[in-house]
């Protein structure tokens, strides 16, 4: 929370720091990284990203980089757009020999330059669009000759009219005059110009990625990156891979028919032409973000056959499989796929320039396209030569760069299958070609590892592989963006015998921790510890438990939104961690900032005495005490906010009906009021864990002291709104309420209003009559009051501003309540209620009298005030907002705090209460009354809760 202000990208660079990836480099060469200590020293790191693919050649390949710096040391011109440009002519004339080596007898492909592979993507659909517009155009002037030439024909008698008009749609009758064959001419009209405004559909593959651009993020499957501007973009129709049936069926589906007339044999007569709707499909040979699958020969064939009759042009999108990176400089040419329209990008700027190219089959190009396409950058003098210099590297001795990309990939391959076939629990799939693969792992939903599976749930347990070897293996890995689960490596072609050890020892390691479910190795290196406290990778799998016959469905189902409140409970959620120190696990949570969510954990069912039932699921949050207090401190707590309404909304996803807010989130959500999810009620508990804790306290102060109506009752955190609560209630009973606040901003103003509530109260009772108890007795005899009793005041009028004044002009010290910050106010309390939100002690043993009841509900009913005793023989510990519950009923390990089995805090007890009596938020929600406490107390017995103490 304390981060440097970012102003890049500074949501993607806080989702980096959680996995410890935001490393600044300082200097790269082949395929090394390099970053600096804190001592100065570089650190290589064994670079598999290779730049999502522009990196054939590594880093800074040092022919590249002496090339570039010629152009620019010669001043050789940059950017002279409107002039020749012979570079960018050869570059073209190396591709287009390459063509002609991987594809015999392919036309020549002139060249269009851009400036990225996206970029490249947008140019190829626009020149679809422009062909199909001029194709269009070609089209009704065909149809305007051919209808002249019919009207002369009719007219001068060398035609007879046409005997069949059912192409036409509609009831049009066969022409008998010259007049009726004009009307028929018109509806022919009308059904062409009925079809101008007809969209053109574009094809892509399920999987597919082809950039985030406006128009090229229509073409990406994954509807994360598409769906919010589906409404800006053309219609794009997605299809199987490697299924030619569904693409031809899915193309047949778009072949609408113009109407023409032709004169034949005399006469004339209605035909129909084909209208050109269908601007192109898009493929890729090998879908890299889509998990590195290839498309098959015999889908190619296919392919091509299937567009040719559809009139389709096919786009074959080479940016990260081409430049040889599958051991031929076009992964087509390995399946025979011939394009109209080849896409390249990526490697073609040699891991310097910015460059891509779209290439366009000659029958197909329109030249005036270059009239209406252009790009200040594209093109340019620097990078057209880097690009060249880059194509004579990769062509060099026969080629031998594709040769060593294929060798170099089946090495990194066969590694791979190694691990599979060792570990086939762990890796699910190895995928690739030369240097484009991808490792993918099994589905980890379900590991017993809380860390683990909560990061394979969020589909980020590639981004927690990667922090792990990064940050010991020295490995940089990368996702993709469609398979959660797959690590997808592409290095240069320079990767050698040893980096690949490098990668075989990190991956084994990778695949011991997740066989093993060992969260430890993954989490240590996020916490900043210096020595990990143990280096052996222990095994921590669980047994699945038998699951016996289905269970009936509960009536209920309740939803707990909590987390862990302690480093041990950390450890008891994962079992793993327990080597971890309290500095080591807070620093993780801490760094865990964007990321809280954890698993939701295995549904818990109890069942009331009354027959129904309820499944209660805690959704956890990782979140630290610590950052809890930084949010109120802050005033941030609209964070945690939108985290408990995420929760809260997942929570109803499952059905539930009723949710509670545990371990101190509610004070930071405004106790669930400011959660407005509808169809859900929400509540912190705050009503049952005052109902319990004044009917724990009210047995043993009656055992210790005879009565309660001569008693001091203390509540540290009275200005609270549970601490409120109970100083206004146990005001009813005894004789004075000492209020202690913590001192803080606002404090003394929430004291007050809670002093103010208790006389507001007394009033309405004296004013109502009847037998008085508590401070309303005593405030009875104050002449104040009495007089407004003489007056007939009513006891709604507001009263409690006017009696605090008079009893401050009354007495030196307020004899009903005292309002301070000085826990040495706590000498003369009988009995000590600590309902502070603090989870260390706050209670000094110097401050409290002989004899005193402590009733501890500090830390929302997590005991933090039970040391206390430990000194002290003759003090009374009891254990405030506490229920039990008749079965052995418990939250799952790491969120039932200090409690025992077949007990609950209030606040997830409220929650089911709520659930099984239909209460809804009626009892949970608004100001703590008696009567509400007393319902809701009502209500927990009849469904088997009851208040404990001790």
Same mark, same amino acid.
């Given at each position: 929370m304390n981060s440097p202000t970012r102003y890049a990208e500074a949501l993607l660079t806080g989702m980096l720091g959680t996995f410890g990836l935001n490393i600044e480099y300082v200097r790269a060469e082949r395929n090394s990284l390099y970053y600096l200590d804190e001592t100065g020293a570089e650190v290589p790191v064994l670079d598999l990203v290779g730049g999502w693919g522009s990196l054939m050649l590594g880093h800074n390949h040092p022919e590249i980089v002496a090339h570039a710096k010629k152009l620019l040391d010669t001043g050789s011109p940059v950017h002279s757009q409107f002039s020749e440009h012979p570079v960018a002519d050869r570059v073209g004339e190396v591709l287009n020999g390459i063509i002609g080596r991987e594809f015999p007898g392919a036309e020549p492909y002139p060249v269009i330059f851009a400036n990225s592979g996206a970029e490249a993507v947008e140019a190829a659909v626009k020149h679809c669009e422009f062909d199909r517009a001029l194709r269009l155009k070609s089209l009704f002037e065909q149809i305007e000759w051919n209808v002249d030439v019919a009207v002369k024909a009719v007219a001068d008698g060398s035609a007879r009219l046409p005997d069949d008009t059912s192409l036409l749609p509609g009831d049009v009758p066969v022409p008998t005059t010259a007049e009726e064959f004009g009307a028929l001419l018109g509806a022919v009209a009308t059904h062409n110009v009925g079809l101008v405004g007809t969209s053109p559909v574009f094809f892509a593959l399920e999987r597919a990625f082809h950039g985030k651009l406006l128009g090229s993020t229509q073409f990406t499957f994954n509807p994360t990156f598409r769906a919010a501007f589906t409404s800006l973009g053309l219609p794009v129709t997605f299809v199987p891979p490697n299924d030619a049936a569904a693409l031809e069926s899915a193309l047949a589906e778009h072949r609408p028919a113009a109407l023409d007339v032709e004169v034949v044999d005399g006469r004339v007569t209605l035909v129909e032409r084909p209208f050109p709707v269908i601007g192109g499909l898009i493929v890729e040979p090998i879908q890299g973000e889509g998990g590195i699958h290839a498309l098959t020969p015999e889908y190619a064939a296919r392919v091509r056959k299937i567009c040719d009759a559809a009139g389709c042009p096919v786009i074959v999108d080479e940016i990260q499989t081409g430049m040889g990176r599958t051991g031929k400089f076009f992964a087509s040419a390995h399946i025979g796929l011939l394009a109209d329209y080849y896409l390249l990008g990526k490697s073609l700027g040699g891991g310097i320039g910015k460059t891509s190219a779209m290439l366009v089959r000659q029958s197909r190009y329109r030249p005036e396209f270059e009239l209406v396409h252009s790009s200040t950058f594209a093109k340019d003098g620097f990078t057209t030569s880097v690009a060249l210099r880059t194509?004579?590297?990769?062509?060099?001795?026969?080629?031998?760069?594709?040769?060593?990309?294929?060798?170099?990939?089946?090495?990194?391959?066969?590694?791979?299958?190694?691990?599979?076939?060792?570990?086939?629990?762990?890796?699910?799939?190895?995928?690739?070609?030369?240097?484009?693969?991808?490792?993918?792992?099994?589905?980890?939903?379900?590991?017993?590892?809380?860390?683990?599976?909560?990061?394979?749930?969020?589909?980020?347990?590639?981004?927690?592989?990667?922090?792990?070897?990064?940050?010991?293996?020295?490995?940089?890995?990368?996702?993709?963006?469609?398979?959660?689960?797959?690590?997808?490596?592409?290095?240069?072609?320079?990767?050698?015998?040893?980096?690949?050890?490098?990668?075989?020892?990190?991956?084994?390691?990778?695949?011991?921790?997740?066989?093993?479910?060992?969260?430890?190795?993954?989490?240590?290196?996020?916490?900043?510890?210096?020595?990990?406290?143990?280096?052996?990778?222990?095994?921590?799998?669980?047994?699945?438990?038998?699951?016996?016959?289905?269970?009936?469905?509960?009536?209920?189902?309740?939803?707990?939104?909590?987390?862990?409140?302690?480093?041990?409970?950390?450890?008891?959620?994962?079992?793993?961690?327990?080597?971890?120190?309290?500095?080591?696990?807070?620093?993780?949570?801490?760094?865990?900032?964007?990321?809280?969510?954890?698993?939701?954990?295995?549904?818990?069912?109890?069942?009331?005495?009354?027959?129904?039932?309820?499944?209660?699921?805690?959704?956890?949050?990782?979140?630290?005490?610590?950052?809890?207090?930084?949010?109120?401190?802050?005033?941030?707590?609209?964070?945690?906010?939108?985290?408990?309404?995420?929760?809260?909304?997942?929570?109803?996803?499952?059905?539930?009906?009723?949710?509670?807010?545990?371990?101190?989130?509610?004070?930071?959500?405004?106790?669930?009021?400011?959660?407005?999810?509808?169809?859900?009620?929400?509540?912190?508990?705050?009503?049952?864990?005052?109902?319990?804790?004044?009917?724990?306290?009210?047995?043993?102060?009656?055992?210790?002291?005879?009565?309660?109506?001569?008693?001091?009752?203390?509540?540290?955190?009275?200005?609270?709104?549970?601490?409120?609560?109970?100083?206004?209630?146990?005001?009813?009973?005894?004789?004075?309420?000492?209020?202690?606040?913590?001192?803080?901003?606002?404090?003394?103003?929430?004291?007050?209003?809670?002093?103010?509530?208790?006389?507001?109260?007394?009033?309405?009772?004296?004013?109502?009559?009847?037998?008085?108890?508590?401070? @309303?007795?005593?405030?009875?005899?104050?002449? +104040? *009051?009495? $007089?407004? !009793? &003489?007056? =007939?005041?009513?006891?709604?009028?507001? #009263?409690?501003?006017?009696?605090?004044?008079?009893?401050?002009?009354?007495?030196?010290?307020?004899?009903?309540?005292?309002?301070?910050?000085?826990?040495?106010?706590?000498?003369?309390?009988?009995?000590?209620?600590? @309902?502070?939100?603090?989870?260390?002690?706050? +209670? *000094?043993? $110097?401050? !409290? &009298?002989? =004899?005193?009841?402590?009733?501890?509900? #500090?830390?929302?009913?997590?005991?933090?005030?039970?040391?206390?005793?430990?000194?002290?023989?003759?003090?009374l510990y009891l254990r405030g907002g506490v229920l039990s519950v008749p079965e052995d009923t418990i939250l799952p390990r790491g969120f039932n705090g200090p409690l025992n089995t077949g007990e609950l805090l209030a606040g997830t007890a409220e929650a089911i209460v709520l659930a099984l009596s239909g209460a809804g938020g009626t009892l949970s929600q608004g100001a703590i009354t008696q009567e509400r406490v007393h319902a809701i107390i009502d209500l927990a017995r009849q469904h088997g809760f009851e208040a404990i103490s001790a």
């Open positions: 194509l004579e590297l990769l062509e060099a001795e026969d080629g031998a760069a594709y040769d060593l990309a294929a060798e170099r990939g089946e090495r990194v391959l066969g590694v791979l299958r190694d691990l599979a076939a060792e570990y086939p629990d762990v890796v699910l799939d190895v995928r690739g070609k030369g240097l484009l693969i991808g490792l993918e792992f099994a589905d980890q939903s379900q590991a017993s590892s809380p860390v683990i599976r909560e990061k394979a749930a969020a589909g980020l347990l590639v981004f927690l592989i990667g922090s792990y070897l990064q940050l010991v293996h020295r490995i940089r890995t990368g996702p993709t963006a469609s398979v959660p689960n797959m690590l997808r490596i592409e290095p240069s072609i320079h990767l050698t015998d040893e980096e690949i050890e490098q990668l075989r020892t990190g991956l084994t390691d990778v695949c011991r921790i997740l066989r093993h479910q060992d969260a430890l190795p993954l989490i240590h290196p996020l916490t900043g510890a210096a020595d990990q406290p143990r280096t052996e990778i222990q095994d921590f799998r669980t047994e699945a438990a038998d699951a016996g016959p289905a269970a009936e469905p509960a009536t209920h189902k309740v939803g707990l939104v909590s987390y862990p409140p302690t480093p041990d409970a950390l450890r008891q959620l994962d079992p793993s961690l327990a080597d971890l120190d309290d500095a080591a696990l807070l620093a993780y949570v801490q760094r865990s900032e964007l990321l809280k969510d954890l698993p939701a954990t295995a549904p818990v069912r109890y069942t009331s005495p009354q027959g129904a039932s309820v499944d209660l699921t805690v959704y956890p949050l990782l979140v630290s005490q610590q950052q809890l207090r930084a949010y109120r401190t802050t005033g941030q707590t609209f964070l945690i906010g939108l985290d408990l309404d995420r929760r809260v909304r997942a929570a109803k996803a499952d059905g539930c009906e009723t949710v509670g807010i545990g371990f101190g989130l509610g004070t930071v959500g405004d106790h669930g009021g400011a959660l407005r999810v509808p169809g859900v009620t929400v509540t912190a508990g705050s009503t049952l864990a005052v109902g319990a804790t004044l009917a724990a306290l009210e047995q043993p102060a009656l055992e210790r002291f005879g009565d309660l109506g001569g008693l001091t009752v203390a509540v540290v955190g009275g200005g609270g709104r549970v601490g409120s609560a109970l100083g206004a209630l146990s005001a009813e009973y005894v004789a004075k309420i000492v209020l202690v606040g913590s001192g803080r901003e606002g404090s003394a103003e929430r004291l007050r209003a809670t002093e103010h509530r208790i006389y507001q109260d007394a009033w309405a009772r004296i004013a109502a009559g009847g037998e008085l108890t508590g401070i @309303a007795a005593a405030l009875a005899a104050e002449p +104040l *009051v009495t $007089k407004w !009793l &003489a007056d =007939g005041r009513s006891g709604d009028e507001p #009263s409690a501003e006017a009696i605090a004044a008079h009893l401050a002009d009354s007495y030196d010290e307020n004899p009903f309540v005292l309002t301070t910050d000085d826990l040495s106010a706590l000498r003369n309390a009988h009995a000590v209620i600590a @309902a502070h939100s603090s989870p260390v002690p706050v +209670l *000094v043993e $110097k401050h !409290l &009298a002989q =004899g005193a009841v402590i009733a501890d509900l #500090s830390f929302f009913g997590t005991g933090a005030e039970s040391a206390i005793v430990a000194g002290r023989d003759d003090l």
